[in-house]
């Protein structure tokens, strides 16, 4: 591990901060599958899902979520069942689907999350917007750099 910087923040220090709160998001979603008879790796796709700038494919979602296609389908015909998703056809390419986030299950998911917000909110409160834009470039060069890390679909 590094040695300190001479601020009191080391690399290990930083890595079990980011653990505990990795896993209490964790904790906070394994609740919301919990309460909503879901599996966590269903939350993690609904995550992915919304999180998507345009309506993304059970394709891109498998290769997201590393899993395989079969798996995919299990949990996507969960999710659909659930009345979290909807699966739809593309209109110029039939054999393209999208997944769709539904309103009342966005509705759902922002009730029992509200909470979480919350905290966020009162979090973000306590640092100045230099000190925010600090934080979100560092949050952001920590998924880059964790994406570099996803190894390539074909590798074992």
């Not at 909503?36 to 979602?61: E, M, Y």
Request: proline share 6%; aromatic share 6%.
């Amino acid at each position: 591990m590094s040695a300190d910087r001479g601020d009191g923040i080391d690399l290990l220090s930083f890595a079990v901060r980011l653990r505990r709160m990795t896993a209490e998001f964790n904790r906070i979603a394994h609740e919301f599958a919990g309460h909503h008879g879901l599996h966590p790796t269903d939350v993690q796709a609904l995550i992915k899902i919304f999180d998507a700038p345009s309506p993304i494919t059970p394709s891109r979602l498998r290769a997201e979520l590393n899993l395989t296609s079969g798996a995919v389908t299990a949990c996507l015909d969960r999710l659909e069942r659930a009345g979290h998703i909807r699966r739809v056809r593309d209109v110029h390419d039939r054999r393209v689907v999208h997944l769709h986030y539904l309103d009342a299950a966005k509705e759902l998911a922002a009730t029992f999350f509200r909470p979480l917000g919350r905290s966020t909110d009162n979090a973000l409160r306590r640092f100045s917007p230099e000190e925010l834009r600090t934080a979100a470039a560092f949050l952001d060069a920590m998924n880059e750099e964790l994406e570099l890390l996803r190894a390539p679909p074909d590798s074992p």
